[in-house]
């Protein structure tokens, strides 16, 4: 089992034929994923060829809409590769063509346009799970890979991972490769993002192969906050915790847009307490927090 992807999804690209669309539409295909195809309206019509895991050559065809890419091709998750400027029409675009999964990569989208994407898609009934923007995407090892996360890290597993960070989830990965993990999704470090830590740990509690959890946060906003309430009142698995950031200047912004400090609200110290008394155990680096998941995994 694994949350919001799996080896049976069809995954186009928006901006199939940009650099990053190019190279990343490449690794995906050797990731193992269902590339179906891409969306360019400027090259609708032609197709672009790439290698695939394990069928040689493939010719994927270019479509003019994302609306044609699921009628003609079946497509249930895109992947955006679009310049900030663009993104905002890329993922309303997806929105009205009602696609499951919009997974939106791209670093520098301006706040207001999020902010106006998302609540488009609340407005049509949220059939459309925006994952980004800003953020590494989303992986099942093994099945599927929906974004830029390498896929040759860990294998298939027992551990859910959701993080803020693309880098802090990579090195998760690593960490835990012994083990293995069933999806990990990168939501991003923006103001506004579509799919939130709370979206996730519901997803893995209902996840019956999902035995624990890694959850990575970072200073700035409530979010973290909000989901140990959360996990309080609704998460009965085993989640661990990091929180990047405890050396972070007061009234700065640091790396991701949302990652901010006013005061003692947003603070790292304080999020950390929130998750404790919320009965998750919060590692103090990266591998301290690997190492308590390795711990709880070991006595189940």
Not at 98 to 115: H, N, Q, S, Y
Not at 179 to 197: K, M
């Amino acid at each position: 089992m694994s949350i919001y992807l799996n080896k049976d999804s069809k995954v186009i690209v928006q901006g199939i034929t940009g650099g990053e669309g190019t190279k990343h539409t490449a690794l995906m295909l050797k990731a193992g994923t269902k590339v179906v195809g891409g969306v360019n309206a400027r090259k609708a019509g032609t197709t672009v060829t790439h290698e695939t895991a394990h069928e040689g050559e493939v010719e994927l065809p270019v479509y003019g809409t994302v609306a044609e890419a699921m009628t003609k091709a079946g497509a249930d998750v895109s992947v955006a590769f679009v310049p900030p400027k663009f993104t905002k029409d890329a993922m309303i675009e997806a929105i009205d063509a009602e696609i499951p999964l919009l997974v939106v990569i791209t670093e520098g989208v301006p706040v207001g346009d999020a902010a106006e994407a998302w609540a488009y898609a609340k407005s049509k009934g949220n059939k459309t799970r925006i994952i980004g923007p800003n953020c590494p995407g989303i992986i099942t090892p093994d099945e599927a890979l929906a974004g830029i996360t390498p896929a040759n890290i860990t294998g298939k597993g027992p551990i859910g991972l959701v993080s803020k960070s693309g880098t802090l989830t990579y090195q998760m990965m690593f960490e835990l490769n012994d083990f293995g993990f069933s999806t990990a999704i990168g939501i991003g470090g923006d103001p506004v993002i579509g799919t939130t830590h709370i979206d996730a740990l519901e997803a893995f509690e209902n996840d019956p192969d999902t035995k624990a959890i890694v959850m990575i946060g970072e200073i700035g906003g409530d979010a973290e906050e909000r989901a140990a309430e959360y996990i309080k009142a609704h998460v009965t698995k085993p989640v661990v915790g990091y929180v990047a950031g405890f050396t972070a200047p007061e009234g700065k912004t640091m790396g991701h847009a949302g990652a901010i400090v006013s005061g003692s609200a947003g603070t790292a110290s304080a999020k950390k307490e929130a998750l404790e008394a919320a009965g998750v155990k919060v590692g103090k680096t990266p591998s301290e927090t690997a190492q308590l998941m390795r711990e709880i995994l070991q006595a189940l």
